[in-house]
């Protein structure tokens, strides 16, 4: 004969496993997602404008790493500067590790991603020249891998006109097949150097017609 006291024990006890399962399943897949590469400092404009090329001959994938906007937006892609016509993972049906091939490049290819913000009908893309703005919107940085997301190229949209908070982190992606580069610090000094003899020049040449 089952008491009463031995019923609400079993209960009890089923009820601890579920919630130590529960528990488990939330840890575990929490520990699946490797932290997101973080913008330094919000706040001001990136200085850093990246150039994205494939970097073999491949699909260009995208993985889909989360979005704080409250903007509705879709990623896109061109490659040589002809958009591929491929555009998905919006921030308001996607979830983390949710992948689209935007479309095929051949190795050294030109890759600009872009986002099209459908509430404001603005579009940014990771090349600052072609924004309208003439604001840089992206921020991007290596990332290790996880569970989910497999290691590459992170890269996180700001979406707001001129920079908005300059948060970078409304729409975040990472990338697989996609080589990064940036002006290393010496070739920053020489260009520096480069433009200030160029207004040298130009200075002694205004100052010489005058004369």
């Known amino acids: 004969m089952i008491t009463l006291h031995h019923t609400v024990s079993r209960f009890a006890f089923a009820a601890t496993i579920a919630i130590a399962a529960t528990i488990g399943i939330v840890a575990s897949s929490a520990q699946a997602v490797t932290t997101l590469p973080q913008y330094p400092t919000r706040g001001k404009e990136n200085p850093v404008n990246y150039t994205f090329t494939a970097a073999r001959t491949g699909d260009i994938t995208a993985w889909f790493t989360g979005t704080t906007a409250s903007y509705t937006e879709n990623l896109g892609l061109m490659i040589n500067g002809v958009a591929t016509g491929i555009t998905g993972l919006s921030n308001k ?57 497999p290691a590459g190229t992170y890269v996180a949209f700001e979406d707001l006109w001129n920079g908005g908070d300059f948060n970078y982190f409304d729409e975040t992606f990472v990338f697989d097949n996609v080589a990064t580069s940036v002006p290393e610090p010496s070739s920053w000094a020489l260009m520096v150097v480069g433009f200030g003899m160029i207004g040298f020049a130009r200075r002694r040449r205004q100052i010489a017609v005058a004369a």
Do not use: I
């Open 93 to 149: 049906t996607s979830v983390y590790g949710d992948k689209l091939v935007l479309g095929r490049a051949n190795a050294g290819d030109s890759l600009v991603f872009f986002t099209n913000v459908s509430t404001t009908k603005k579009t940014y893309y990771s090349d600052a020249s072609l924004n309208a703005d003439g604001v840089n919107h992206v921020f991007s940085a290596g990332y290790v891998g996880d569970a989910k997301v």
